[in-house]
């Protein structure tokens, strides 16, 4: 196992004089040797153990490597190191600091030994938690996603922390609801960078460290670490760096451990999975496998996005809905996949969702507290990822609108949908029309509202009198602010192509800071 400069000052950090350590300072030593002045390079793997006259000059040492000083040099400018990893000891020989260094290695060393055989030997989870709390010093969990137990630190508990002792005494008891309602919810943690959380917990008020653990690509337990002291502080740095690798270790080998429901149709949700991350190599290994899975090719499908409102819903209650689905929608499949429902159901003679399909989904959309974003019509399984990137997005714009609907259409969003487009891909000026532009500066300078008046005037089809009305303004007046407008931009507004253009940017205006946010 590799450590961090950041575990060999938790050790000396009584005796650290000073310090400066990289902000990406992580697992990278593999060993340490007494420096030798005379080589030419230094390796980042290494610690270089010195005396403090020893200390080459800082022009003469590459970033990042790893330096540990015995004493105090005379006339030393720390700023000069920032590059560096570099611990400075007073108050200790130079034997008792190398007996720690040898120390702290056969430390990890050996318990990371014992880590990987318990992992490959197939030994309990159990197990393999007790020994990750040992090096971690930390109270660990490893729960289900149905919030039950695999898991839990034997002799280490989160003191005062009511979450902690549901967890030990079981889902049974009466503070299990404590459990269901703690933040982080599954759908955070899995959208987090690293599919991994830190955060003060709103139950105990203390800090909680999870990450999401998966089986086969797909998110099946969670793995905890709860704060022994100092409640209301982050995580020290070199617990963080131990739990992510035992994290990542778990994570790479917890199909030892634990087995995915095999009653819901698994090769469907790998299929699914596999299509959104674009991992299949051909058109033609995507046609063999979905035709496996039943999918005719030549059929048009529809796919359905069901996002559950209820962030505390279990797992086994998605399987429910599922097979609910399914029984009430003819030939439709279902996948459960980052906290949603996915449906994909074939189309026969009807351009689209037949009327007794949308009816039954909207029936069952309000008795399981859901909505149902659908996309265009398909035909190849090839490009569904690009369905799914445009799911997450639209499902935004719903949440901002707070519509209440239950069913929404792609359709719906297009043009909005296009224009989120525009705004991640184009810089802000680019998607302005220099017309609008030369308005919007007409406007600041002189303190009027020209566009919102042409805007008005657009979107009444350019009738004077309804956006008179609508503007609570003289006929005469509107006149003569039109007139204006196509002065200011010498051209006339009655050419048709024009409109289209500046109705297209206007609106790309009206929603580009949102997007942005």
Known sequence: MKISINMIEKYFDKHIRMKTIRADANLTIESFEVIDLTRCSFEKSNLYLMKAEEIPDSEEVPPDVNFLCYSLPMDFELKKYQHINLLILEGLSEQKILNGIIAIFHK?????????????????????????????????????????????SSHMDAQDDPIWESMKAGSNTSDYDMVLAGKPKMSDIIHAPGSSVEMMSNISGHYIKVSMLSNKGHAVATFGMHKTNDFDKPFEKHTIQIYDYVAEKLNRNFNLFFESKAD??????????????????????????????????????????????????????????????????????????????????????????????????????????????LSPVFISFEELYKIN?????????????????????????????????????????????????????????????????????????????????????????????????????????????????????????????????
């Open 108 to 152: 990890y060393n050996t318990l990371d030994e014992q880590l990987n055989s318990l992992i490959y030997r197939n030994f309990s989870l159990q197990k393999i938690i007790d020994l990750a709390t040992e090096m971690m010093d930390m109270p660990l969990n490893v729960l289900d996603l149905n919030h039950n137990v695999l898991a839990i």
């Open 264 to 373: 819901r149709g698994l090769l469907y949700e790998e299929f699914l999975h596999d299509l959104f991350n674009r991992k299949f190599e051909s058109q033609n290994e995507i046609e063999e496998l979905s035709s496996k899975l039943g999918f005719n090719l030549g059929t048009r499908y529809i796919m359905g996005l069901i996002s559950v409102r209820d962030s505390q819903v279990r797992t086994d209650y998605y399987f429910t809905m599922m097979k609910s689905l399914e029984r009430s929608i003819t030939d439709s499949k279902c996948i459960a996949m980052d906290s949603y429902i996915y449906i994909i159901i074939p189309i026969a003679d009807d351009v689209y969702l037949s009327n007794d399909g949308q009816n039954r989904l909207s029936e069952f959309m309000p008795i399981h507290n859901c909505l149902c974003l």
């Open 389 to 517: 990137t445009m799911f997450k997005v639209v499902l935004t714009f719903i949440d901002n609108q707070g519509r209440r609907d239950r069913i929404y259409h792609f359709y719906e969003f297009a043009s909005q949908y296009s224009m989120w487009l525009l705004a991640e891909n184009l810089p802000n000026n680019m998607i302005t029309h220099p017309m609008i532009q030369k308005i919007i500066d007409y406007d600041q300078k002189h303190h009027s509202d020209y566009l919102e008046t042409l805007k008005c005037y657009f979107r009444n089809e350019s009738s004077i009198v309804t956006t008179s009305n609508f503007l609570h303004m003289h006929r005469n007046s509107l006149l003569y602010r039109i007139n204006r407008i196509e002065k200011l931009l010498g051209v006339s507004l009655d050419d048709w192509k024009l409109k289209e253009q500046l109705l297209f940017f206007m609106s790309c205006l009206e929603n580009r800071d949102g997007f942005k946010k």
